[in-house]
């Protein structure tokens, strides 16, 4: 695999870290700021939903730029959005540097993804995107756990200067390593054509749908262990950890099972996740299960993005940048649904392993989708 890769997945590790690094952080940010949980979870949802909003209009802003110009400007401007978030002195102004990072987010991955995806042969493409996210998901393994066991010794701002400095160091290794390539082809209104094919459509709502019940577990993750499971606080960072290994194995073997299949490959992994949204429910009260269950559960969380970003970039061939920046906006706006589901059942008074419940219900209409999108896929192939 190039070195290129390698840089693209250094950024990913800022960004990964920014986006997971609020959920083990709630109750520390809620007391601080004085608001509840659930409004304290909305963080996550505004997060989310920056990424949605963001992304695609950044990629057609950017669109003419040289794809390696495009990276840095937004690496620069997620330094910006962390910068923020550090020196919030208000609630309001930390939703604020959290929607700027966003920003950020839905396009660098969208763009990101093309450049990985063009530095190898076309049979290794889900391959190439997968290492990208490791970046992603190795956040959660170090980043997450690190920034959350700082978070709770130095207080929650000294996590976001620790994102700040990776930033710089993800923006270094894109100047230095990311080869330079012609300006993309094409316009703008090329790239919005895409979206007249249903099957772009259907691709993202399986993406909001079958990636929505990872955040409408994990953002409650710690009242959930705490509240219901009786861990300490201090075990949160460790578990998140053994979440955050799980996603590196899920996201390695998705984009190997993507290489051969890409449907299959996310009609299992989404169904598996919606059987381990149940399960967390179930086995909450129960220490051990829990941390093996919410280990397995990273798995099949992140065994579903290689194969819903390749799907994306199969529905959409001849104009893939901005419906990859789409696709990583339906996933961030199926975590956004996610943590707003579950933080409505909170609040309605079914406690801490309602979300898990969500999830499972939310995993459901995924698999409806995903089947939809299959027969419309098989429907478009020549008998």
């Not at 082809?185 to 749908?209: C, H």
């Not at 406690?351 to 939310?362: D, E, F, I, M």
């Amino acid at each position: 695999m190039p070195l290129a890769l390698f840089a693209l997945a250094i950024s990913a590790f800022g960004i990964g870290t920014t986006e997971f690094i609020i959920n083990g952080l709630l109750p520390d940010v809620a007391a601080d700021f004085g608001v509840t949980i659930p409004a304290a979870g909305l963080l996550v949802s505004g997060y989310a939903l920056g990424v949605a909003v963001g992304g695609p209009p950044l990629t057609m802003l950017g669109g003419r730029l040289p794809r390696k110009t495009m990276l840095l400007s937004l690496m620069v401007l997620f330094i910006l959005g962390n910068l923020l978030s550090a020196l919030a002195p208000s609630y309001a102004v930390l939703m604020a540097g959290r929607f700027l990072s966003a920003f950020a987010h839905g396009a660098y991955f969208g763009v990101g993804s093309v450049v990985a995806a063009d530095l190898v042969a076309p049979q290794k493409r889900a391959s190439a995107i997968a290492l990208m996210f490791t970046g992603l998901t190795l956040a959660n393994v170090v980043g997450v756990p690190l920034g959350t066991w700082i978070g709770q010794a130095f207080g929650w701002r000294a996590t976001f200067w620790v994102v700040v400095a990776i930033g710089v160091a993800g923006l270094a290794g894109v100047l230095a390593l990311v080869p330079r390539r012609p300006r993309p082809s094409g316009s703008v209104l090329r790239e919005l054509s895409t979206f007249r094919n249903p099957g772009v459509w259907l691709a993202l709502a399986m993406t909001v749908f079958g990636f929505a019940p990872v955040f409408a577990v994990i953002t409650f993750i710690s009242p959930i262990m705490t509240g219901v499971g009786g861990f300490s606080p201090g075990a949160v960072p460790v578990v998140m950890a053994l979440f955050g290994v799980g996603l590196v194995v899920g996201n390695l073997l998705g984009g190997k099972l993507a290489d051969r299949a890409v449907m299959p490959s996310i009609y299992g992994s989404v169904a598996l996740l919606t059987v381990l949204s149940a399960v967390v429910a179930l086995v909450s009260s129960s220490q051990v299960a829990f941390v093996v269950t919410i280990t397995l559960f990273g798995v099949a969380a992140f065994a579903t993005v290689p194969p819903l970003q390749t799907r994306v970039l199969d529905a959409a061939a001849g104009a893939p940048t901005l419906a990859s920046a789409a696709n990583i906006g339906a996933f961030n706006l199926g975590n956004a649904i996610g943590s707003f589901a579950a933080g409505l059942t909170i609040d309605a008074g079914l406690g801490y392993t309602a979300p898990a419940w969500t999830a499972a219900l939310l995993g459901l209409v995924g698999l409806a989708v995903a089947g939809a999108a299959g027969v419309q896929a098989r429907r478009l192939v020549p008998a």
